[in-house]
């Protein structure tokens, strides 16, 4: 069962913008609860985290990102976004999201970003 789907990825010139969506087939109660974050991986190299949104709506950013991208959720839609703004070439991966609680991780399938220069 599938229970988060990410969308919004695709091809995109450096500092251009994408925004990922990512909504989960969750109760609306359980959606609340859980922190939310998006995660990414290139090629070659270890999945790392981008930025994360707790149940109360703070955030963390990598430093590789602050300035640059945006994390939020809207819990009446059960969905997480992330705003990447003046985007660059290394910005180019896999996204993934994740949804953490109670000490379990779950997984989306992942969206390519791609930034050519």
């Known amino acids: 069962q599938v229970q988060l789907v990410e969308s919004g990825g695709g091809l995109v010139q450096a500092g251009g913008s994408l925004r990922l969506s990512c909504t989960c087939a969750?109760?609306?109660?359980?959606?609340?609860?859980?922190?939310m974050g998006w995660y990414r991986q290139a090629p070659g190299q270890q999945r790392e985290l981008v930025a994360a949104?707790?149940?109360?709506?703070?955030?963390n950013y990598a430093d590789f990102v602050k300035g640059r991208f945006t994390i939020s959720r809207d819990n009446a839609k059960n969905t997480v976004y992330l705003q990447m703004n003046s985007l660059k070439p290394e910005d180019t991966a896999v996204y993934y999201c994740?949804?953490?609680?109670?000490?379990?991780?779950?997984w989306g399938q992942g969206t390519q970003v791609t930034v050519s220069s």
């Open positions: 994740n949804r953490a609680l109670y000490e379990r991780d779950y």
């Open positions: 949104i707790t149940s109360g709506g703070s955030t």
């Open positions: 969750v109760s609306g109660r359980i959606f609340r609860l859980s922190a």
